[in-house]
């Protein structure tokens, strides 16, 4: 890499009291992280971790701009801005070593330190990931209007990532009060930066969205605080992001696994070294006589105990228990009673969803709505119609074809204070977004130990039954199921739609809320008019009888009604049950029915093969087997993707005749 030009020779200088509270940061860093390599040689911190040596002056300058409620979002490089931000070494020591006594309670480790009431929303395992949480933490500081700015940090290699553009984009047509901070150590584990990285220089790449970029010296804490200094400002006054790149270099191996040949040329890794920016910080302390030469000794001495005082509460911290992992993964959830009657006002299953946004948004100014499209137009199936005429441009919005980044954006925003309900266009553009729900919404509560709640709603239209063809007709419950931390509801009546959407709104954890193409287009009901929610894992036994249970979901709900009411002239007494929330799945509904006619039948829309039925069925394999008369009967999809010529895909989606022949089957 060429030398950098250094931004600070507008030869600014750095108050005498701010370098010397940048220096101790710097140094507190420096030995922590030392101090780290040497415990994980010892074999006391396992897994890996990633030192910040080298990099100290970045973190220390640009926290030395922030207030403590303002967001920091890190990657798995994240000790040094932990520390900078404030957070307690002894937590941080004993996370390192996996103890209860760590930031996440030793759940979460190395990469997903995290303290919120410090602003830290967490180092993050996933390259990349910080830029659209943080993205969201900016929003909701917008909208708070307390004048707090989100600084996502990440690395040269995470430049390449969709996300960066995205959130970029999203920052800057938002207006967002954010910093994207590239600590461009130049290389991306052992690949070099020069090789991966198109373009004159990752601060060029801002030119593209409109934002100020710049490019200053990693190792000058004094270039780096200044240009932060503006940055913040900026974000502050509500002239949106700015894209600072901080060029430095990391002493150490990629991390302490160090299990990979390190491929720097030796003359360029001297050279680096020789500008240790903690050694330029003591010079200047020293030649500006801010400290005397016998000052940085003590000084030093002093950080060493209190690393050692680290080191010692992390080894006196106890294991966490199983009972601790368990209880981490959700947030309770609030108390929810449904009304006794649905009333007789019959409304569409479209206009019931519209009704729960209306209602949640009027109740909680917190509640936020995003998507493509929900603004003035309502959406492209009009569930958002009239949320943006009712409450504004601010709280309902439309969003860039950014899927992984507004999600990701939502799941920031609700990590720090609002409650987003997200809006996917059609539910298969979900494969865009799966980091974000999966690493991120799912884990996070858990990863730091099972305090923070991560209120989002994803909701939108999934499956067949609109000839849209393969990519816009699926239905994938089955994968966000399989997944501890996320709620996924499914709701087959206008009735419960509204109820199960107020409860999804009022939750605390992240929940996928699948709503069935076909009972948009076909399904009313009685729905009540005022608010009310439906108990989340509680299901509906839609109707009574004797002989056989139908487990149906969503769309395949109403024609397992309309086959029991037609198996019923025969004579056959068929029970149709209602999940409506696949997880937490009321196991012992079905059990119990499953109990009382022995034999049962599961159908969904979704493929069969390691679809939601092979769990159901698993479940009362497992626990109702001796009940069991028959061979359970599933019916779902074959194993095509959606046709989409009309008679096919009617042939594809199960119908009320499949669901009969299914129950004749068994008696
Ligand atoms: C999405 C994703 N891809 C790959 C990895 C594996 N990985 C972890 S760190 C890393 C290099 C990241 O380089 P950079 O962003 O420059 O950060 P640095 O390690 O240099 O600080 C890679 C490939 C990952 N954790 N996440
Ligand atoms: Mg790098």
Request: glycine share 10%; proline share 6%; with cysteine.
């Amino acid at each position: 890499m060429s030398d950098i030009v250094p931004y600070s020779t507008r030869n600014r200088m750095l108050p005498a009291e701010d370098l010397k509270s940048i220096h101790r940061t710097m140094l507190r860093i420096r030995a922590f992280e030392q101090r780290t390599a040497e415990l994980f040689t010892e074999g006391l911190i396992k897994g890996t971790a990633h030192s910040y040596v080298g990099e100290e002056a970045i973190a220390a300058a640009v926290c030395a701009n922030l207030r403590r409620d303002d967001i920091i979002g890190s990657y798995h490089r994240g000790h040094g801005h932990c520390i900078a931000k404030g957070a307690d070494l002894r937590k941080m020591m004993a996370e390192l070593m996996g103890r209860s006594s760590g930031y996440c309670g030793g759940l979460g480790g190395s990469m997903h330190i995290a303290d919120l009431n410090l602003g830290i929303l967490g180092a993050n395992g996933i390259v990349g990931a910080a830029m659209p949480l943080c993205t969201g933490a900016a929003l909701a500081a917008k909208l708070s209007g307390q004048g707090q700015v989100a600084v996502a940090f990440f690395g040269d290699g995470a430049s390449n990532q969709g996300v960066f553009h995205e959130s970029m984009n999203l920052a800057a047509v938002w207006k967002l009060p954010m910093l994207f901070v590239c600590e461009n150590n130049q290389y991306a584990l052992t690949t070099s930066y020069l090789s991966t990285t198109a373009g004159s220089s990752i601060a060029d790449r801002a030119l593209a969205y409109g934002v100020s970029g710049i490019q200053v010296n990693g190792n000058d804490p004094t270039d780096v605080y200044f240009a932060v200094k503006e940055a913040v400002e900026r974000a502050r006054a509500g002239q949106g992001p700015t894209l600072i790149e901080a060029v430095t270099y990391r002493w150490g191996q990629h991390s302490m696994r160090a299990n990979l040949p390190d491929p720097r040329p030796k003359v360029e890794y001297d050279a680096w070294i020789g500008k240790d920016p903690l050694k330029a910080v003591e010079r200047e302390l020293v030649e500006r006589q801010v400290l005397g030469d016998g000052e940085l000794a003590p000084l030093h001495e002093a950080v060493r105990e209190e690393v050692e005082t680290a080191v010692d509460f992390g080894k006196a911290g106890r294991q966490p228990t199983p009972e601790a992992a368990l209880a981490a993964v959700y947030a309770p959830h609030p108390v929810a009673i449904e009304p006794n009657s649905p009333g007789t006002r019959e409304i569409s299953f479209t206009a019931a969803l519209n009704e729960a946004l209306a209602d949640e948004m009027e109740r909680d100014g917190r509640v936020i709505v995003m998507g493509e499209d929900v603004g003035a137009t309502g959406g492209i199936f009009q569930v958002t119609k009239g949320l943006y005429e009712r409450f504004g441009a601010e709280r309902v919005r439309d969003t860039p074809i950014s899927e992984a980044t507004f999600v990701g954006c939502g799941i920031g925003a609700a990590i720090t204070g609002l409650r987003p309900v997200v809006e996917l266009q059609i539910f298969d553009f979900v494969a865009l977004t799966m980091d974000m729900l999966v690493n991120q919404a799912a884990k996070f509560r858990y990863m730091l130990g099972g305090g923070p709640k991560v209120p989002i709603v994803i909701r939108g239209p999934q499956g067949g039954g609109i000839r849209l063809a393969a990519q816009h007709s699926q239905s994938l419950e089955a994968w966000f199921a399989h997944v501890p931390g996320l709620i996924v509801i499914a709701p087959s009546t206008p009735y419960a739609a509204k109820g199960l959407l107020c409860s999804a709104i009022r939750d605390d954890n992240p929940v996928i809320f699948l709503e069935s193409k076909l009972l948009y287009v076909g399904a009313t009901g009685p729905v009540p008019e005022q608010p009310y929610a439906i108990p989340i894992g509680k299901g509906e036994v839609m109707r009574e009888g004797r002989d056989i249970t139908v487990v149906a979901t969503m769309a395949m709900v109403p024609r397992a009604l309309a086959a029991a009411a037609q198996l019923a002239n025969d004579g056959i007494s068929v029970e149709v049950i209602d999940p409506r929330t696949l997880r937490p799945l009321d196991e012992a509904l079905i059990l119990e029915s499953v109990r009382k006619t022995n034999r049962l039948v599961i159908a969904h829309e979704a493929w069969t093969q390691c679809g939601f039925g092979a769990e159901i069925s698993a479940l009362v394999v497992e626990k109702a087997f001796d009940w069991l008369d028959a061979p359970i009967v599933r019916v779902g999809a074959p194993g095509i993707p959606m046709p989409y010529n009309d008679e096919l895909e009617r042939w594809t989606i199960p119908s009320q005749e499949r669901i009969s022949a299914a129950v004749r089957s068994l008696l």
